[in-house]
């Protein structure tokens, strides 16, 4: 099979790890790719990118593409999985309307009121005047979203009403995030822990993938501004037996239900970010319609069923007979960041100490210890360089989550460039 994967961040290049390791995997394609997959044994770079649909297309015609895969976001709200079903391309992901999910957080909001899916109380609003008139009759914290996109920056937990003005104003008066800042969603601040709840869907047809958590503060001790990701581990021990199955009882098929009655049947990759409260109950944060980034790393890690097959049985309707296979041990990623990330950030900085790349393996053979690439590139002098805020995922396996970071973190100290920083306790609330 020739396969092409959407999308040049951290997410993509485990995906075209993993699908690469396929033996029915004949050529791998990423577009636009970064410098990971660029030296990644079977994988080629094409520099098309996610939002240039037509020539995506033309491009999987020509090369005679028989799978492609959507990382980003935005392209799915875009709607390219409309534009490559139009043109009889398999491609595996949702459509324009059902990634509103995802696209529009006062979408999902009434969404999981309709359907009396457990969230957080909350307002809408277009109008600033109205905003502060609301924030005014509620404690603190509470949690401000822009409605739309914005690479994981549109939320700040607002702990005292000048924090939650600043907010407003940004996104309201300032159209800090453009157009996906023109309405807010205010939401009462759920008590609890964060867990990511990843699943491959089909219409009605679900098979969650390993639990996941990740953490979305800058800084150690859940610290610093929100960014889209400064490390996840996998599995998650907070979800236990019996809250897996709350999760997929009360929030999952629920919502699978909801969308085929509204006429938008769900496929591709469904992530639930949830809240934990004390008593085990779990809440929808947010959703996402593809897979997380950087919970993807530690998840395909440890994914010893072939991605391939996955997602063909997703669209060929046979999913239910899929059982997946996972590796035992506990998988974690360690991001390095640029300086400046998640605001301007400094780029084209010689990243030093990265490991050789090895020849491709099979998916029953997993790697221990993994570097994928997010935000950078090949220079001119064919060096890696930082190209974006999140530049690497430094990801390992392990007995335990202890031994997974002790791994993550050994590999971690030797890959330097000037100004790059991370957590040092990524792991820390299933290591208390």
Not at 4 to 10: E, S
Not at 344 to 354: A, C, M, T
Request: glycine share 10%; aromatic share 6%; charged share 20%.
């Amino acid at each position: 099979m020739n396969i092409l994967i959407v999308g040049n961040g951290g997410r993509e290049h485990a995906i075209a790890w993993k699908v690469r390791q396929s033996p029915q995997a004949k050529t791998v394609f990423v577009a636009p790719g970064n410098a990971g997959t660029a030296i990644e044994p079977g994988i080629q770079n094409i520099d098309i990118q996610p939002s240039d649909i037509d020539n995506l297309i033309a491009f999987a015609q020509n090369e005679q593409i028989d799978l492609v895969i959507i990382g980003p976001e935005a392209a799915l709200a875009a709607g390219i999985v409309d534009a490559f079903d139009r043109a009889n391309i398999p491609c595996f992901g949702p459509t324009r309307r059902a990634a509103q999910l995802e696209a529009s957080k006062h979408y999902a909001k009434a969404f999981l009121e309709r359907y009396h899916i457990p969230t957080a109380p909350y307002r809408s609003f277009t109008d600033y005047g109205q905003s502060l008139d609301y924030i005014s009759t509620k404690n603190f914290p509470i949690v401000i979203k822009a409605d739309g996109l914005a690479a994981g920056k549109g939320v700040v937990i607002a702990q005292n009403r000048e924090e939650a003005i600043t907010a407003l104003q940004e996104m309201l008066l300032q159209e800090r995030f453009g157009a996906s800042g023109h309405r807010v969603v205010i939401e009462d601040f759920l008590i609890g822990e964060e867990a990511s709840f990843i699943c491959v869907v089909d219409g009605e047809q679900v098979i969650p993938l390993a639990t996941s958590q990740d953490h979305k503060a800058r800084d150690d001790g859940d610290q610093g501004p929100n960014t889209g990701g400064m490390g996840a581990y996998s599995p998650a021990p907070l979800i236990t037996e019996t809250c897996h199955q709350r999760i997929m009882q009360d929030i999952i098929h629920p919502t699978l239900k909801g969308l085929v009655n509204e006429g938008t049947p769900y496929r591709g990759f469904l992530y639930a970010g949830l809240m934990i409260d004390t008593d085990g109950n779990p809440y929808v944060i947010e959703y996402n319609c593809r897979l997380g980034d950087p919970e993807t790393q530690p998840i395909l890690l440890r994914l010893q069923s072939d991605l391939v097959e996955i997602c063909q049985a997703c669209l060929n309707g046979t999913l239910s007979t899929l059982k997946l296979d996972w590796d035992e041990q506990t998988a974690v990623g360690v991001v390095l960041a640029a300086e400046g990330y998640p605001s301007s950030v400094r780029k084209n900085d010689v990243i030093h100490g990265l490991p050789k790349h090895g020849s491709p393996n099979t998916a029953k053979t997993a790697e221990t210890v993994k570097v994928f690439h997010a935000g950078t590139r090949l220079n001119e002098n064919e060096e890696i360089v930082t190209d974006g805020g999140r530049v690497l995922c430094v990801t390992a396996l392990g007995k335990d989550l202890q031994q997974a970071c002790d791994t993550a973190y050994t590999l971690t100290t030797h890959i330097t460039w000037p100004g790059r920083f991370y957590r040092t306790d990524i792991g820390h609330r299933a290591r208390r």
